[in-house]
């Protein structure tokens, strides 16, 4: 079975950066196609916020993030990445990361064609 484990979360001020990691363990077989990340405010459901394919040809992200969040993968390593940067109160979550083997192309934002999924790590952002 494939596990996924984030790690990079934390407490910081508005305005400031953190990076996200995501590595891939246990049994693959075949190629992780696709790599995700999605987040939950209390309250809230959850929501996507970026994907990129295996070689990096089609990059998504919400529009709440676009030109703040970098998401980057090196695929020898089954890692993802969310850099963060000028990150705000509503930015507050928790993140998980995903992985997509099995799912169709073209539901990279839809959290059902994911396939595995990490714990989630805890990104709060003070005012």
């Known amino acids: 079975q494939v596990q996924l484990v984030e790690s990079g979360g934390g407490l910081v001020q508005a305005g400031g950066s953190l990076r996200l990691s995501c590595a891939a363990s246990?049994?693959?077989?075949?190629?992780?196609?696709?790599m995700g990340w999605f987040r939950q405010a209390p309250g809230k459901e959850r929501e996507f916020v970026a994907g990129?394919?295996?070689?990096?040809?089609?990059?998504y992200y919400t529009d709440s993030v676009k030109g703040r969040f970098t998401i980057s993968r090196e695929n020898a390593k089954n890692t993802v990445y969310l850099q963060m940067n000028n990150l705000k109160p509503e930015d507050t979550a928790v993140y998980y990361c995903?992985?997509?083997?099995?799912?169709?192309?073209?539901?990279?934002?839809?959290?059902?064609?994911?396939?595995?999924w990490g714990q989630g790590t805890q990104v709060t952002v003070t005012s």
């Open positions: 246990g049994r693959i077989f075949g190629t992780i196609l696709t």
């Open positions: 995903a992985a997509m083997q099995f799912g169709p192309a073209g539901s990279e934002t839809t959290a059902n064609a994911y396939d595995y």
């Open positions: 990129i394919t295996w070689n990096a040809a089609n990059i």
